[in-house]
């Protein structure tokens, strides 16, 4: 597949707003450091050189696409089982007289603090 028309690949600066957070999340999720900028120069020369490198520009593209096989990000089935095994923690404190409190999921260890 030709991956020059896939889109425009994010970039993001994380700062104060969520948005900005999450798709600094979720880049890194996807292996991707290389779309976060640390300064609004690099933001900007971050997407310059996406706007007028072609080659980069697809190269980037491709990564994108087969990291999309791979990660966690794209990987509904995994998703929605942790967040039923949240629910299920959280239905089960609640039902143990537990006041709401923050659970924070660690996919790899299957535990929760």
């Known amino acids: 597949m030709d991956v020059l028309w896939a889109g425009t690949p994010m970039v993001t600066m994380p700062g104060e ?29 971050i997407a310059v050189k996406l706007g007028t490198d072609l080659e980069y520009l697809k190269k980037i593209r491709g990564k994108v696409w087969k990291q999309r096989i791979s990660s966690p990000l794209f990987n509904t089935k995994q998703y929605t089982v942790e967040l039923e095994r949240l629910y299920l923690q959280m239905w089960e404190h609640c039902a143990a007289g537990g006041k709401p409190e923050h659970i924070v999921s660690s996919p790899e260890s299957g535990e929760s603090a």
Do not use: F, H, N
Request: some cysteine; charged content about 25%; proline content about 3%.
């Open 17 to 45: 707003t969520l948005a900005s957070r999450v798709a600094a999340s979720q880049l890194t999720c996807l292996g991707c450091p290389e779309l976060i900028a640390k300064s609004r120069q690099e933001y900007e020369d």
